[in-house]
């Protein structure tokens, strides 16, 4: 099982990036994801996930209306495309999932598969 994250990197505030997650030992289609991120000397955050049974999304208030959670089960690939990003936006960005077809939360306590994390940075 291994999830790999990528699209991360450097780029100025008001801009935009896109990240995938591709995953492989397992299917998407059964599974709730997630996007978390982690900023250097804070808790790991849950800031999107989308549960599996009726694709219901959940968005934390700090980056409602900018980032939109999404995923393509024919590919195995989850995806957060991050628009008019922010300084506090920097932090390492992790996907996660679970193989629960009703979880409906976006917890870190609530996912049991992780990628490795990517890195973005964002520059006033």
């Known amino acids: 099982v291994q999830l790999v994250e990528s699209g991360g990197g450097l780029v100025q505030a008001g801009g935009s990036l896109r990240l995938s997650c591709v995953v492989s030992?397992?299917?998407?289609?059964?599974?709730?994801i997630g996007w978390f991120r982690q900023a250097p000397g804070k808790e790991r955050e849950g800031i999107s996930c989308?549960?599996?049974?009726?694709?219901?999304?959940y968005y934390a208030e700090s980056v409602k209306g900018r980032f939109t959670i999404s995923r393509e089960n024919a590919l195995n690939t989850m995806y957060l495309q991050m628009d008019s990003l922010k300084p506090e936006d920097t932090a390492v960005y992790y996907c996660?999932?679970?193989?629960?077809?009703?979880?409906?939360?976006?917890?870190?306590?609530?996912?049991?598969?992780w990628g490795t994390g990517t890195q973005v940075t964002v520059s006033s």
């Open positions: 996660a999932a679970v193989g629960s077809y009703y979880y409906t939360g976006c917890r870190v306590d609530g996912m049991d598969l």
């Open positions: 030992g397992f299917t998407l289609d059964y599974y709730a």
């Open positions: 989308e549960s599996s049974s009726d694709g219901n999304t």
